[in-house]
């Protein structure tokens, strides 16, 4: 009984007088806020104090404020040694070897038996790149040559038709002549015997025996002068015979060049000296004409660089070219600017734009330019491969 009433005197000795449980929790939540925030309206120290606070406090570290200044100046001045520098160049990686790669195709059909190059090989201009079956080529080239002989026989033999006909010319010449001496002759036997007959010194049958040899030799003269048209316009179509003989020959020559052209064409060569590409002739296939077998890219080559027609403005002829290659990671190469495309590269695509019919969006063109090496770069390039080209411009 002592211990119940000290516990209950205890918790009443810790209750203040007239403290009640809703005064308490009151009293808990206010302990628990947090303090009240400082006014942060209040006003800011003008600006002449916050600059003389920021200088004592610059005075007070001078050799940080000093390295400070020392780095913003530096770094201003390596800016604009950049800008000055780099508005000297003019660079784009829009760029790439290029080259007049040679497509080699047959020009005759026939069935490729030798390929004597490999891929990738070094061949000079004339070297023999590939082989076609000649055997047909050269059976149209043999009968091309017999068709041209039997022409020139024909032309020799007009020749001597010709020759006998130009003969037989001069003998009906001479016929004509004889039978004119024998008609004159008979006249004028005609003609004394009608002047006997009217002197009464001559018969009538003489008369009339004259007057027949008279008409005997005038027929003869008449048959000989057409005997000689004859042969002469003989002659003419002998004439013309031979021509035809003569335009025979020209076709059998025309036929039979043809046939060697096509016969040396079996034999596929390098127009010019490089390096063998894409080979796809084998031995055994059959070539078609215009059929694309390998291609030669040649020695000479150079670099096709499309810039921006905005940084075309200070770009000449000649200016140098510091050439950078991929393949060829920390070399440089060194060239010149050859010549500069006069128009951009979309104005000779195959379906170049049409800016009067739509909607108009200006986009910058890009204008190729062909850079070509000071010296043999010395190391294999080809068609295609990505390059840097920086021109120096001023």
């Known amino acids: 009984m002592e211990f119940t009433k000290d516990h209950q005197g205890g918790a009443q000795a810790g209750r203040e007088p007239g403290d009640s449980v809703a005064a308490k929790a009151r009293r808990d939540r206010s302990e628990r806020s947090p303090p009240p925030r400082p006014d942060t309206h209040k006003p800011k120290p003008p600006l002449r104090e916050r600059i003389a606070s920021r200088l004592a406090a610059l005075r007070r570290h001078p050799f940080i404020t000093a390295a400070v200044v020392i780095a913003v100046?530096?770094?201003?001045?390596?800016?604009?040694?950049w800008w000055l520098h780099a508005r000297q160049f003019e660079s784009t990686d829009d760029a790439f070897i290029d080259a007049r790669t040679v497509v080699v195709s047959p020009e005759v059909a026939g069935e490729i038996?030798?390929?004597?190059?490999t891929d990738n090989q070094a061949v000079a201009a004339g070297a023999v790149l590939?082989?076609?079956?000649?055997?047909?080529?050269?059976?149209?080239?043999?009968?091309a040559r017999a068709q041209l002989e039997q022409a020139h026989a024909s032309v020799a033999n007009f020749d001597a038709q010709i020759g006998a006909q130009q003969a037989n010319i001069e003998q009906a010449r001479r016929q004509v002549t004889q039978a004119q001496a024998a008609l004159k002759y008979s006249q004028q036997q005609n003609e004394r015997s009608e002047t006997l007959v009217k002197q009464g010194a001559g018969t009538v049958q003489a008369a009339q025996q004259a007057t027949s040899d008279l008409t005997?030799?005038?027929?003869a003269f008449s048959g000989a002068q057409a005997s000689a048209t004859a042969a002469e316009r003989q002659l003419d179509v002998l004439q013309a015979q031979r021509k035809s003989a003569l335009a025979?020959?020209?076709a059998a020559s025309a036929k039979l060049e043809q046939a060697e052209t096509n016969l040396s064409r079996t034999t596929i060569t390098a127009s010019v000296g490089g390096h063998v590409a894409n080979l796809k002739a084998a031995r055994g296939a059959y070539a078609q004409p215009g059929q694309a077998v390998m291609a030669v890219v040649?020695?000479?080559?150079?670099?096709?660089?499309?810039?921006?027609?905005?940084?075309?403005?200070?770009m000449r002829v000649g200016q140098p070219v510091t050439i950078a290659i991929d393949a060829?990671?920390?070399?440089?190469?060194?060239?010149?600017v050859d010549s500069i495309q006069t128009g951009s590269g979309v104005a000779f695509s195959l379906l170049p734009p049409e800016n009067a019919t739509g909607n108009y969006v200006k986009v910058v063109q890009r204008v190729p330019v062909k850079i070509v090496f000071d010296n043999p770069p010395g190391v294999v390039l080809g068609p295609g491969m990505s390059v840097v080209p920086t021109v120096k411009v001023r």
Do not use: C, M, S
């Open 73 to 81: 100046v530096a770094l201003l001045i390596g800016v604009v040694i």
């Open 113 to 117: 038996v030798d390929v004597p190059v």
């Open 248 to 250: 025979q020959v020209d």
């Open 298 to 314: 040649p020695r000479q080559i150079w670099v096709t660089a499309n810039f921006k027609e905005t940084a075309l403005a200070e």
């Open 328 to 336: 060829y990671p920390g070399k440089t190469f060194h060239g010149h």
């Open 130 to 143: 590939a082989r076609i079956d000649p055997r047909d080529y050269q059976a149209a080239r043999d009968e």
């Open 216 to 219: 005997q030799k005038q027929a």
